[in-house]
């Protein structure tokens, strides 16, 4: 069992149309992380979200923390070829961050 | 600006050979990491340190072994390849502990490994 279901694990779109990702859990946390990953490159971290409730904007993304701090969610307003890549969501516990599985992007012009 | 830099980017080994992945930071981090990131899997942690002398096993170490003698420095040992060892390893660091001052981590370009 999985301590973060990211879903959908596939997505591909056209340019310009809107998209939300969900990065799902069971337990609370004190926080939550977003990366994005490009090929061959490593993640970078896009936003880190701590109260529930919590929206926070970066550009096109919109990023949500669950009421209960349990779930987050990503969405992308007129999803651009740029935007292609692998969206990861993590959270601390103890000493380590956990990583979902993650949920791989493909945005076609 | 450096940040994390991992060396070699790509590999090939035959079964049972060893080597070393190496991995150094710049920016006077306490805390590096070590992952591995198979396709649909996600990234799973090896091992990690809290600072130079200190290691401790993460969720998929049996393998592999570390060691810090520096702050800037985190090599990760493969003493027999298997090939169930064929995968993308990522370092990383951070200032601090994760989830204090929600500081990033900030990761290498990856090693791409294959055993054969």
């Known amino acids: 069992t999985q301590l973060l279901e990211q879903s959908p694990q596939f997505l591909s779109i056209q340019e310009g149309e809107n998209l939300t990702v969900y990065c799902n859990s069971s337990?609370?946390?004190?926080?939550l992380q977003w990366y994005r990953q490009e090929p061959g490159e490593g993640p970078v971290l896009l936003v880190t979200?701590?109260?529930?409730?919590e929206v926070k904007k970066l550009k096109r993304l919109t990023f949500q923390f669950g009421d209960a701090r349990k779930d987050s969610s990503l969405h992308i307003t007129a999803a651009q070829p740029g935007d292609t890549g692998l969206y990861l969501c993590?959270?601390?516990?103890?000493?380590?961050?956990?990583f979902g599985t993650g949920t791989s992007l493909t945005v076609i012009p | 600006n450096a940040g994390v830099t991992q060396t070699p980017k790509f590999r090939i080994l035959k079964i049972g050979q060893s080597m070393t992945l190496q991995c150094t930071q710049d920016?006077?981090?306490?805390?590096m990491y070590w992952y591995r990131q198979d396709p649909g899997m996600g990234l799973k942690l090896i091992y990690y340190?809290?600072?130079?002398?200190?290691?401790d096993k993460g969720e998929v170490p049996n393998g592999y072994n570390v060691s810090r003698s520096t702050t800037e420095d985190f090599p990760l040992r493969l003493e027999l390849a298997a090939p169930s060892q064929t995968s993308v390893y990522f370092c990383?660091?951070?200032?601090?502990?994760?989830?204090?001052?929600?500081?990033?981590?900030?990761f290498g370009d990856g090693t791409r490994l294959s055993i054969l």
């Open positions: 990383a660091s951070s200032y601090s502990r994760p989830g204090t001052v929600h500081q990033p981590q900030h």
């Open positions: 337990s609370v946390f004190s926080s």
């Open positions: 979200v701590v109260t529930g409730g």
């Open positions: 993590a959270v601390p516990t103890g000493n380590q961050f956990y």
């Open positions: 920016m006077n981090h306490n805390y």
């Open positions: 340190s809290v600072g130079a002398g200190i290691t």
